[in-house]
């Protein structure tokens, strides 16, 4: 198999290899899809990803092959440009960069320059025409080979820059003369040559091979895993190389060098947005060491910037640059996420791909784009990712609320937060770890990061523009982010002493309690009230969209009237399960709950019920008023009592006086309720087989406030589940007790209403015995919690000890208790569904455990065809969004 492909001049770009980014990675597919179409992309060529996984199989060897199919692309790039690799009077020089199928920080970034040394930077100099130009592109080359493919300290080259400038009284890079980077070369060498022990490479073809290795080994690194493990990447895709002809945007001030989206990755604005800066290049855009410039005039003018945009300063490489915009949007039919140079006053294209952006602006594309023809309504609906919304979902700041603002910088990442300031990555994780919600402070931050950032619930950085590495991976993940601050500055303590920092002119130290807007920019002390989200125009559209799509209903896991509300508005279609032990906790209920399960008689136990029951009818009859006329999934008592017990010497004693037993007497009982294994104890349907009254109470509670909410004319429709069976004659026992009491109700009020019965499938016998179970169901609900925790044999409340390592160790490729263990658990569902419907034809069947509301799991529940899934209100829109798609 070809696993290096040229693209530019006149190489041929139909190889459907080349056209599949698994082979030449998304980089290198993009290049050459861009040359196929006749833009500006200079010359070069992909080494593929296979070439990667060979090379880190063998050991660190390229072979043969690999060599020569590099030597030959380089003559093609050689001929195609007009100059040669190495060539003392007039060097080509490249660039070498990765590119795996899914793009992926953490990975080897970019060598720009390759090709320079001390002989060839005489000839770039002679041939251009200019020294300074030269030199410059020199002192880049090493302080980025020596940082990426060196792995040098970095901070030694930046330092010695500093101290360049610092001496010669320069505040810009842009001021250093020929002369200067010429000292600064030498200065650079010699400090590469101290940490190395050897030379600074002089050798092209040295530093070419030096720099692909450099590439298929961070494929490896651990910040690479770790970001792998983050987005569900699997480790054995491999990363492609492209090699590159350079075009420089630091030839003076006719050049540039920027960063461009085809529309606003934060607004989702049909206006070009983007970052340029004059004479400089790639790096230096996203390093954020000079702040970039604005793209168009109207940014500029928005933003008040005295620096000219680009559409000013350079309106024909800009007017090219739009075409290119349009060009490239029809052709992809999504935004595109551009890298682009000017040298000498021309367009060159170093890279498109499809933008990432916020969820605000994916769900404003995707309805955009079906107003403008682009796409159709079920491409909009695949166009944004369900867990998205969730970005959408949550609150941001309150515009009334007070704001005591400390200061502003870029608004980065949309949505606000509150938390407590941490200045490390670590810290954000053990703070996180403990409960705690906090905003990771950083001067910038890079790759490292990454875990901090999540564990963050928003990032704050002092440096940096809008592609700057914080905002682009807090668009990413969905976090607040403000960016760029310039007035932070963060005093670097060392352990055990006070970390401090100052915002303005206040200081502030870890921990003190901060609120950022990623809307605004706007850093703020102390917390700031939120506001519930918009949910209506795009948002709704795209639902609406989506709910013409999907075969599967939506409803919710709820019991308060509060989150019933919140979850219709999401628009669930029903409760799936509402867990009735929820109630008991209430404290105006726990001591009737405590003295019912220490009673030591049956007497004891109905007398202690009949308090509790007029609290329960109360409870379902505001659910019922709540989802008005929509199904209402209700689960008798599920947990082991032991759960409801009274803990502390306080709590016994406030028990010993309501019910009038002695302290003595309730904690032998107490002991006496104790079990070694409650999960797989005195729980579930066994509490209504022992302690019936229990059932009966709350099957009582529900049918009366089914049947007063009826007679103000509204029409409950109440389905009663009983938790954990086993057997079908378990749920004979109780399918019969619940009717006996709907008749004694129905009796006493003198109104009938429909009810169904049914149970949860959550233990793996009763999945194997669904066909018999069926006989006495009306409905399945799949109770994958349990029916996960059952047939892994893994407790879902210790599993925190080992998952991570499990799924390190590709044991389990997800939490098998967020994401459906398809393969096992599945089976049993799959199992259950078919047996179940193979007894009673048209049962009802649907799923409530947490999976109900993970996208990857709502599609298998369509491929079984459940008739229903349940999602926590603030996921019904990702469940109503994922069945959509699961669906098309
Ligand atoms: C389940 O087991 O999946 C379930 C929904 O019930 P619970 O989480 O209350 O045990
Ligand atoms: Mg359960």
């Given at each position: ?186 200065e650079f060498q010699r400090i590469a040559e101290q940490e190395l022990g050897r030379p600074f490479p002089q050798d092209p073809s040295e530093q070419l091979w030096g720099a692909i290795r450099a590439v298929f ?672």
């Amino acid at each position: 198999n070809k696993t290096v492909f040229h693209f530019g001049g006149d190489a041929p770009h139909d190889d459907p290899r080349q056209k599949d980014k698994t082979v030449t990675g998304g980089k290198g597919r993009n290049l050459a899809e861009m040359a196929s179409i006749s833009l500006p992309v200079p010359p070069g060529f992909t080494i593929a990803t296979e070439e990667c996984l060979r090379f880190l199989k063998e050991g660190g060897d390229f072979g043969d092959g690999l060599r020569s199919a590099v030597d030959e692309a380089l003559r093609h790039v050689e001929r195609t440009v007009g100059k040669r690799f190495g060539d003392a009077a007039d060097p080509l020089l490249v660039s070498v960069r990765s590119g795996a199928a899914i793009s992926m920080p953490g990975m080897m970034d970019t060598v720009l320059n390759l090709g320079l040394n001390d002989e060839t930077v005489q000839g770039l100099a002679a041939a251009s025409g200019d020294e300074r130009f030269a030199w410059d592109s020199y002192r880049r080359f090493i302080q980025m080979y020596a940082d990426v493919v060196l792995d040098l300290d970095h901070g030694l080259f930046e330092e010695a820059l500093e101290i360049a400038k610092e001496d010669a009284g320069y505040y810009n890079d842009t001021e250093m003369s020929a002369d200067d980077w010429k000292t600064l070369v030498a200065e650079f060498q010699r400090i590469a040559e101290q940490e190395l022990g050897r030379p600074f490479p002089q050798d092209p073809s040295e530093q070419l091979w030096g720099a692909i290795r450099a590439v298929f080994e961070s494929w490896d690194t651990e910040r690479a895993k770790v970001y792998r493990r983050l987005n569900d990447i699997p480790h054995d895709m491999g990363t492609a190389v492209n090699v590159q002809a350079m075009v420089f945007g630091n030839m003076g001030d006719t050049s540039a060098t920027g960063v461009a989206f085809t529309r606003d990755p934060s607004t989702g604005e049909r206006a070009y947005y983007g970052e340029w800066l004059v004479n400089a290049q790639g790096e230096d855009v996203v390093a954020g060491i000079r702040t970039p410039q604005y793209l168009t005039s109207a940014r500029r003018e928005e933003a008040g910037a005295d620096k000219p945009s680009m559409e000013e300063a350079m309106p024909e490489a800009f007017a090219e640059l739009a075409r290119v915009f349009d060009l490239l949007e029809r052709h992809y039919t999504d935004m595109q996420d551009i890298e682009f140079t000017v040298q000498q006053g021309k367009l060159w294209l170093l890279q498109t791909r499809n933008g990432k952006r916020t969820a605000k602006a994916a769900l404003k594309m995707a309805v955009d784009m079906v107003g403008e023809g682009l796409i159709d309504e079920k491409t909009a609906i695949l166009r944004v990712d369900p867990m998205a919304l969730d970005q959408l979902l949550h609150p941001t700041l309150d515009p009334q609320a007070p704001r005591d603002v400390m200061t502003k910088g870029l608004p980065a990442s949309p949505g606000a937060a509150s938390g407590k300031i941490v200045l490390d990555a670590d810290t954000a994780e053990k703070w996180a770890h403990r409960g705690e919600k906090v905003i990771l402070v950083r001067v910038e931050t890079s790759p490292e990061d990454i875990h901090g950032m999540h564990a963050a619930a928003g990032i704050l950085t002092a440096r940096g523009g809008m592609t700057s590495h914080a905002a682009v991976v807090a668009r990413g993940i969905g976090r607040p982010c403000v960016s760029g601050a310039s007035q932070i500055s963060i005093a670097r303590a060392g352990a055990g002493e006070d970390r401090t920092l100052t915002i303005g002119d206040r200081g502030l130290r870890e921990g003190d309690t901060i609120t950022i807007d990623g809307a605004t920019g706007e850093v703020m002390a102390g917390e700031v009230a939120t506001i519930e989200p918009e949910l209506a125009g795009d948002f709704a559209t795209l639902m609406e969209w989506a709910d013409r799509h999907r075969r599967m209903k939506v409803r919710t896991n709820a019991e308060t009237e509060e989150d019933c509300k919140a979850a219709r508005r999401f628009g669930a279609e029903g409760i799936g399960l509402a867990r009735t032990e929820h109630m008991f906790f209430d404290a105006s209920r726990i001591s009737a709950v405590r003295e019912m399960i220490l009673a030591e008689s049956e007497a004891g136990r109905r007398a202690a019920l009949d308090k509790l029951l007029p609290e329960q009818r109360g409870d379902f009859e505001s659910i019922f008023r709540a989802m008005a006329g929509l199904p209402c999934t209700i689960r008798l008592l599920d947990p082991p009592l032991h759960e409801f017990l009274p803990h502390s010497d306080a709590e016994f004693e406030d028990l010993a006086e309501s019910t009038g037993i002695a302290v003595e007497k309730l904690r032998r009982r107490a002991a006496e309720l104790h079990e070694f294994n409650p999960m797989l104890g005195h729980r579930g349907c066994r509490l209504g087989i022992t302690y019936p009254e229990i059932y009966e109470m709350q099957a009582r509670a529900i049918f009366e406030a089914a049947c007063n909410v009826a007679a103000d004319g509204e029409a409950p429709v109440p389905e009663i589940m009983i938790p954990l069976i086993a057997t079908r004659r378990e749920l004979e026992i109780l399918r019969a007790l619940v009717e006996r009491v709907a008749g004694e109700v129905f009796a006493e009020t003198g109104r009938t209403l429909d009810y169904l019965v049914g149970t949860m499938i959550e233990l793996p016998r009763a999945a194997l015995m669904a066909g018999e179970i069926a006989e006495e169901a009306d409905f399945f609900s799949f109770g994958t919690n349990d029916l996960t925790q059952t047939t892994l044999g893994v407790s879902r409340d210790d599993a925190g000890r080992f998952l991570t390592p499990y799924v390190d160790c590709g044991i389990f490729a997800r939490d098998p208790f967020v994401s459906l263990d398809i393969e096992g658990v599945g089976q049993l569902v799959e199992l259950a569904v078919e047996r179940g419907r193979g007894t009673r034809d048209g049962i009802k069947l649907g799923i409530c455990g947490e999976h109900g509301g993970d996208p990857a799991s709502i599609g298998f529940c369509e491929k079984v065809g459940l008739d229903y899934v349940s999602a926590s209100p603030y996921r019904v829109p990702i469940a109503r969004l994922a069945a959509a798609q699961a669906s098309l």
